[in-house]
C-alpha cells in the first residue's frame, strides 16, 4: 500500500463490532475475553497504523506487541 486510508468512526465501529463478534466464536471463554480485551485496548491504534499503509510485521513492532527478533 502506498497511501494512508481514511476510515471514520463508524467504519472504526464496524470493524471492532466484526472483530469482537469473531473473539465471541473462540472455544474458550478465558480467550473470548482475552481477545475482546485486545480490541478493546489495541484495536485503534492498529486501525490506524495499518490504514498509514504498514505492513502487519511493523505495526506488530511499533505497537511493542512483539519483538523484532520474532519477525
Known amino acids: 500500500m502506498d497511501k494512508t486510508i481514511s476510515i471514520n468512526d463508524d467504519t472504526r ?3 471492532a ?4 463478534s469473531a473473539c465471541n ?3 474458550a471463554q ?3 475475553t482475552e481477545c475482546n480485551y485486545f480490541v478493546n485496548k489495541y484495536g485503534d ?3 490506524d497504523v495499518l490504514s498509514e499503509g504498514i505492513n ?4 506488530c513492532t511499533r505497537l511493542g ?3 523484532e527478533s520474532i519477525l
Not at 463490532?17 to 469482537?20: C, G, L, N, R
Not at 502487519?56 to 505495526?59: F, H, S
Open 17 to 20: 463490532k466484526v472483530v469482537h
Open 30 to 32: 478465558i480467550i473470548a
Open 13 to 15: 465501529k464496524e470493524i
Open 56 to 59: 502487519p510485521k511493523e505495526t
Open 25 to 27: 466464536y473462540l472455544p
Open 65 to 67: 506487541l512483539c519483538k
Open 45 to 47: 491504534a492498529i486501525i
